[in-house]
Every structure is written in C-alpha cells, then in structure tokens.
C-alpha cells in the first residue's frame, strides 16, 4: 500500500485528497496544527476520520517536519498547508510568508535531509493561478504555463517562492517535485470566508428567513471556477507522470463574481440585487481582474480534463447549503460547524 503525507488535510483539498487517495488504496497520514478547538469537520463530513492517521506538526519547524517525515517514510508528499487567503495575506504578510513560502523550504529541505529524492519520495506543491496575477495572456486569451508570474499580493509572492524552491529541488537534486498551478476549485467543503460559499450560504440564509442582505466587495473580478474534488485528482496525477513537472488546471471559462451571485440566488427563485450590498471594506489593496486558465497541457499530457459545470457548480454549492440549514432548523445534528463559525467583520 502506498504512503501519502498531507500537510493542509483538514482544509478544504486536503480533505478532498485523503478521500481520494483512501479509495484508491492509500495509506494516508495527514499533518494538523495543535489548536485550541479541533477543527476536523471536512474528515468528519467525508466519512473518513477513522481511515486516517492524523499527526500533529508544525509546517515551520524543520525539527517537527523532519520527525513526520521519519515516522511516516511517505512515497508521495502533498504540500497544501497554507495561509490560503488572498485578502488577509495584505493584513499579516509576514506570516503569509512564512506559512505560505517558507514552510515548502522547510517540507523539501527535510525530504532532502532524510534522503527522500534517493529514496524516489514525491513531492507536490500546491501552487495558484494567482502566481500569474494580472499577467500577458496567451494567443487563445487565457493563462497557460508560459505566462509570466506577475504576483498582485504577500499570498502570490509567497506562492511563487514555493513554485521555485520546487524547481531547485527538482534540478538539483532530482526530486520527483511538481507544481499544480491550480485556479479557483470551490465545493460544499470550501471555507465560509472565500465569495463562493460566502453566497451559497447567505443565499441559504435568505431563503429560509434567516438573514436578508449579503455584504460583498468587488463584483467586476473574473475568476475560472472549477470543482474541487475534480482538481485532487489532477494532483495525484501529476504525481503519477514519469517526468516530473508544472501543469495548470482550470476550466479554461471565466465568470465574475456578480455572475456567481445571481445564478445561487435563481436557484432558489430570488432576485440578487434584492440582496447583495456592495460594501467597499471587502475590497483588497489590490485585487486580480480576471484569471482564466488554458489547461491543455494537463490535458494533453495527465488526460485530466474538468466535469463539472459552472452553473452545476453554483447548484451543488446551494443545495448543500440549504441542506444544512434546513436540518439545523429542524433541530437535527449535521456533521459541519463551519456554518455557525462565519468569519465575524473585525475592525481594521
Ligand atoms: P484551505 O481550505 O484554506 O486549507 C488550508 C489548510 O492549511 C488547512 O488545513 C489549514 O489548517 C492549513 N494551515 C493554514 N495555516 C497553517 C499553519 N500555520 N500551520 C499548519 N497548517 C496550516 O485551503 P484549500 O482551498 O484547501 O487549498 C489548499 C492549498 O491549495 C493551499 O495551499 C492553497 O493556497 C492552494 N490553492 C487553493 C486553491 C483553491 O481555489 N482552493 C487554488 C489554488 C491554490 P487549519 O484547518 O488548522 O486552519
Ligand atoms: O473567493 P476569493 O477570496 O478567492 P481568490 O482571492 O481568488 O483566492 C482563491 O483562489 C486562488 C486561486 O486563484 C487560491 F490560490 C487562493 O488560495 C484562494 O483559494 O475571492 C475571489 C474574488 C476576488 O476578486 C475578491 O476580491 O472575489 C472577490 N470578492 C468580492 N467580494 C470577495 C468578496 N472575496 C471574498 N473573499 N469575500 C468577499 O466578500
């Protein structure tokens, strides 16, 4: 039975993968952070908490990797531990940094020092489309991976540091290291602080009484959004390729955030700009206007290509919101807090 080590599996991909990789016969070990308060409700939703080894580690301290790596002696590595969020990496950029860019230093510099590139360990970093920021598009109009990085913020500088650390890895000391250069992957899974599930559950909200306006910040942003349990396997994939490499995976269709809001609203037969106020405190210092990727690469050389469609999408995401609220109104127990643990508007 293979290994796979999951820094990040109790965020949203991270718990995508282990399902995956449980069901295609995976060991699966997966590295958490102590907190005050477990935060496990994603494994929980999965089914999959008993099938998992979990280990407590800390992504910046080589002492702490170095022991995981030791303990579990892993085949393949899936670095997604992140500071993940584009809008708070202006407010703590430092750690952005740090737990962004600095950790992948930390996560490869282990596998080195545990002999894990003679050893054939594999590496994946997750890299982002907002590497590439506002860059020059490609012939088609769309982002590829010749695209210049042009990163727009701390979390896209830092995600860039990673994106070189592991091609160093790989040319130096010839790890099987690669880079997922994904763009937007959203699900029912997706944190309460990212636009997507942010609509989907005040749209929930709205419609069953519970709330009556959505404060939101740019609606003109374009973003390429896919479906997150689709873009794992994009990661195991690359994992699985002879020749270690960087592939972008995307929809290849862009929609902007206003598009997003009024389609979660049509779905339960209400009209958006009834509800949604714009509210200039969302805005970002500086914000990407529009990320569209071309993913012919992954296509042509993965056989990956994506499924599942927007407004498919924008329905899976509202339908399980409403799920989950209709059964919190009935009193039932449902297996998620993240809907009682929305993000408080703290004064900056
Ligand atoms: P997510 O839901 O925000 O999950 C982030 C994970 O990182 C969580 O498990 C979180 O742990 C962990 N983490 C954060 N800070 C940490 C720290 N200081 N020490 C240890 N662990 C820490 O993000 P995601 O959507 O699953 O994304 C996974 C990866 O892909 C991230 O690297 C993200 O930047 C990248 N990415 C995501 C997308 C996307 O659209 N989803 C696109 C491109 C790239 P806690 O649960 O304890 O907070
Ligand atoms: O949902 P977002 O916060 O995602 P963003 O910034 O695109 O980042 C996500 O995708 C990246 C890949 O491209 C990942 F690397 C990253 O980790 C993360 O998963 O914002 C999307 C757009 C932005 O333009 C933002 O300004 O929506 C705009 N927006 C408008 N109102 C808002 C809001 N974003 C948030 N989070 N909250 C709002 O109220």
Redesign the pocket.
């Known amino acids: 039975m293979p290994k796979a080590l999951i820094?990040?599996?109790?965020?949203?991909?991270?718990a995508w993968l282990a399902k995956f990789l449980l069901d295609k016969g995976y060991e699966v070990y997966g590295v958490?952070?102590r907190?005050s308060t477990p935060?496990f409700w994603r494994l929980q939703a999965l089914g999959i908490m008993d099938k998992l080894t979990l280990i407590q580690g800390?992504?910046?301290d080589l002492s702490s990797m170095l022991r995981v790596i030791q303990q579990v002696e892993p085949d393949e590595v899936y670095h997604?531990?992140?500071?993940?969020h584009v809008g708070w990496s202006f407010d703590t950029p430092i750690d952005t940094i740090e737990?962004?860019g600095l950790s992948t230093a930390i996560i490869l510099e282990a596998l080195r020092l545990t002999k894990g590139h003679e050893k054939g360990v594999k590496f994946y970093f997750?890299g982002?489309?907002e590497m590439f920021g506002n860059t020059i598009l490609n012939h088609k109009g769309k982002i590829d991976e010749s695209c210049p990085f042009m990163p727009a913020s701390p979390y896209a500088a830092s995600k860039v540091l990673g994106y070189h650390l592991t091609r160093i890895y790989r040319e130096a000391y010839g790890m099987h290291a690669v880079v997922g250069m994904?763009f937007?992957?959203e699900s029912e899974l997706r944190?309460l602080e990212f636009v997507t599930r942010k609509i989907t559950n005040a749209v929930a909200k709205i419609k069953l009484g519970l709330q009556d306006k959505l404060h939101l910040g740019n609606l003109d942003a374009k973003r390429d959004w896919g479906y997150?349990p689709e873009y794992v396997e994009a990661m195991w994939l690359m994992l699985q390729s002879e020749k270690p490499d960087n592939y972008v995976i995307a929809t290849g269709e862009a929609h902007t955030v206003r598009e997003f809001a009024q389609l979660a609203f049509d779905e339960v037969g209400l009209n958006w700009e009834d509800h949604v106020v714009v509210d200039k405190s969302y805005y970002r210092p500086r914000d990407v206007a529009n990320l569209i990727g071309d993913y012919s690469k992954a296509e042509r050389e993965l056989g990956w290509r994506p499924r599942t469609t927007f407004k498919e999408l924008v329905r899976i995401m509202v339908r399980a919101d409403l799920e989950r609220w209709q059964k919190w109104l009935r009193g039932e127990p449902i297996p998620f807090d993240a809907p009682y643990a929305e993000p408080l508007k703290v004064k900056k």
């Open positions: 820094t990040g599996i109790t965020g949203q991909d991270g958490y952070r907190l935060n800390d992504i910046t997604l531990a992140a500071q993940s737990t962004t997750a982002s489309s994904l937007n992957h944190g997150a």
